[in-house]
Each structure stands twice: as C-alpha cells, then as structure tokens.
T-cell receptor
Framework: QKEVEQNSGPLSVPEGAIASLNCTYS??????FFWYRQYSGKSPELIMS????GDKEDGRFTAQLNKASQYVSLLIRDSQPSDSATYLC???????????FGTGTSLTVIP | KAGVTQTPRYLIKTRGQQVTLSCSPI?????VSWYQQTPGQGLQFLFE???????NKGNFPGRFSGRQFSNSRSEMNVSTLELGDSALYLC?????????????FGPGTRLTVT
C-alpha cells in the first residue's frame, strides 16, 4: 500500500506570514513529488514539482524534499488571502503515471 | 496552449444507468489518467492510458472502464451506476508515461447518481 500522509488541518495563518505544509510518503521507490492547489469546487492545479533532495523555489513557493526521511514540504511566503485553498501532495515512481495523492491540507489565510 | 477539457461538466443519472465521460488532453500529450474524487476518499486513481493502451489500473470494480483513441482523446465509462459513484471525475494529461513527468488536470465532470 503506497500511502501519502498530510495533516488535514485546517491551517490558519495571518496575511503576510509563512505557511508550512507537510507531507510524508511510504514508498521509498517514489521519485517525483508534486504540490497541487485546489480551490473549492475546482480541479487541482499544479504548483510545484520536485525531483531531487533539497529546496526548489518558484516565486513565493518553496518545495523541500528529503528522500531519506521520506518527507516533502511546501512553504508559502508572504501568504495572501488568495492562497486559501486545499493543498494536495502527490508522489509517483518512475514507472507509469500512477500518482498517489494525500487527502490534502486546508489552508486559510486571514486578512 | 489549450488546457485539458472534459465533457460534460455536470451530469445527473439514475441508479442502474451507464455514463460515458470524455477527456481531451493538452495538445501533444499522449498520456491520460482518470481519477475519482470524493470528500471521504480524496483523489483515487482509476486508470491511465498511453498510446491507446491501458498502462495502469487502480482498485476499482470492472464497472469502470476506459479507452483512448489515436488522437489521445479518452473516454471513461461507468456501467450499472450506484449511489456511491457520485463524485467529481477528473482527467489528467501528461506528455508521456513514466519518468519525471508532470500531470495537468481538467476541470472535471461532476456526476450525481440518484
């Protein structure tokens, strides 16, 4: 059973603060890691992908990967009310395209 | 580039009926995956098609089936609908299968079974 675990939240942060979202996975064969954002009633939108240990930055978003600890995180700097959404962590091996998703963390940014 | 499109966007069916959902991937993408999303179970993988062949299948009953056409468009069929099939059905496309590969979702089809 390949599992992806996320804290379901809800996570609330004030506007301008850093939001930290965490995810652990069970399959050591996982090679690709993704963060998706899903607004209520909408489909998931890809924010970040990360494939190597360390940090990857894209604007206000930083993904962090630690394969030894089987841990991936997403930091959102200068959080905005428009960042309020559910954030889904996904992992996959390099065989096929079966993505395994966590149940998501609900983030609310308070103005 | 146009994104992933899905039709219809909303559907209401009765128990026992069957339904067909359609997905057109991003131009140039050859892999199409289908997911079911429900509040209780989250995103569950149904199957993946690449070059008209099913490559992976999730843990769903045989009532759920799919196919892919030579232009990479895909359809998903659910027969003998049950109340529990009410969900958001999402299609996702990727340039290829396997490897370091991103997946992009369509807007989904909201299926309600009464």
């Amino acid at each position: 059973q390949k599992e992806v675990e996320q804290n379901s939240g809800p996570l609330s942060v004030p506007e301008g603060a850093i939001a930290s979202l965490n995810c652990t996975y069970s399959d050591r064969g996982s090679q690709s890691f993704f963060w998706y954002r899903q607004y209520s009633g909408k489909s998931p939108e890809l924010i970040m992908s990360i494939y190597s240990n360390g940090d990857k930055e894209d604007g206000r978003f930083t993904a962090q990967l630690n394969k030894a600890s089987q841990y991936v995180s997403l930091l959102i700097r200068d959080s905005q009310p428009s960042d309020s959404a559910t954030y889904l962590c996904a992992v996959k091996t390099n065989t096929g395209n079966q993505f395994y998703f966590g149940t998501g963390t609900s983030l609310t940014v308070i103005p | 580039k146009a994104g992933v499109t899905q039709t219809p966007r909303y559907l209401i069916k009765t128990r026992g009926q069957q339904v067909t959902l359609s997905c057109s991937p991003i131009s140039g993408h050859r892999s199409v995956s289908w997911y079911q999303q429900t509040p209780g179970q989250g995103l569950q993988f149904l199957f993946e098609y690449f070059s008209e062949t099913q490559r992976n299948k999730g843990n769903f009953p045989g009532r759920f089936s799919g196919r892919q056409f030579s232009n990479s468009r895909s359809e998903m069929n659910v027969s003998t609908l049950e109340l529990g099939d009410s969900a958001l059905y999402l299609c996702a496309s990727s340039p290829r299968t396997g490897g370091f590969n991103e997946q992009y979702f369509g807007p989904g089809t909201r299926l309600t079974v009464t």
